[in-house]
């Protein structure tokens, strides 16, 4: 045993060493993603009407542009890329470190090989009880009802294929054109979203999250984006997946 010791201290501090040269939690996830989801009462109180307007949402306090207006000063598209190592888009309108967010205009194409790391490295808290215990009002207060909301209507465009096959169809058509395509969208899914309404959930965002979902069919990541959802909702939701 004394001559494990050492052995074991030395690994110990390579771990450790690991940890301040990266910036990332011995369970993987890094620590400015801890940091940053642990503050988000703080971001949220912080973050002005301006920062929201910039990403075009007049709902601050629903749906992704709003979350990400809370975030992004703090772990943008440039931090998120230099953390993972891989590019948040492979291909679309944005320019780089930023966003484009023309409903008429091309949409960006994800990187699954980048959803898959935030997947494995996003969630705090997945692998620590104790600091999940400590995150979980954060949670409930700022992601639990967009996140049931992506969840559900994921469920609810897979229970359709045909449909939605051809609503991604003229969309398509729609976006080549630049011709309302965002609000065909919108319409395509209003007797969707005022259906869930009825069941609870925001009407709003699970409008635009039928949309999200469209996207990342035909950019070939929802699979990813499901699989990383379906994982912070077993951490912090799992009775709603029940």
Do not use: C
Not at 33 to 47: E, N
């Amino acid at each position: 045993m004394r001559r494990l010791f050492p052995v074991i201290t030395i690994g110990a501090g390579i771990l450790l060493m690991a940890q301040v040269i990266t910036g990332q939690s011995l369970t993987g996830v890094p620590e400015i993603l801890r940091a940053t989801f642990a503050d988000l009462p703080k971001l949220a109180k912080a973050t002005t009407q301006r920062e929201y307007r910039a990403l075009k949402t007049w709902l601050p306090d629903r749906g992704l542009r709003g979350l990400y207006a809370k975030v992004r000063h703090k772990t943008g598209i440039a931090v998120l890329e230099e953390l993972s190592g891989e590019k948040v888009f492979l291909k679309g309108p944005h320019p780089k470190g930023g966003l484009n967010l023309d409903a008429n205009a091309d949409f960006g194409r994800y990187n699954p090989a980048f959803v898959r790391w935030l997947a494995a490295h996003g969630i705090p808290g997945r692998q620590d009880p104790v600091l999940r215990q400590k995150l979980q009002p954060v949670y409930d207060q700022h992601l639990r009802r967009t996140a049931r909301g992506f969840f559900t209507t994921h469920q609810s465009q897979q229970a359709q294929p045909g449909r939605m096959g051809k609503i991604q169809a003229q969309y398509l058509k729609l976006l080549k054109a630049r011709r309302g395509a965002g609000y065909y969208l919108q319409e395509s899914f209003r007797p969707d979203a005022d259906r869930l309404k009825q069941a609870g959930h925001d009407w709003f965002e699970v409008t635009v999250s039928h949309g999200f979902w469209v996207r990342r069919t035909i950019d070939g990541t929802a699979d990813e984006f499901h699989t990383a959802l379906s994982l912070l909702l077993e951490t912090y939701d799992p009775g709603f997946l029940k």
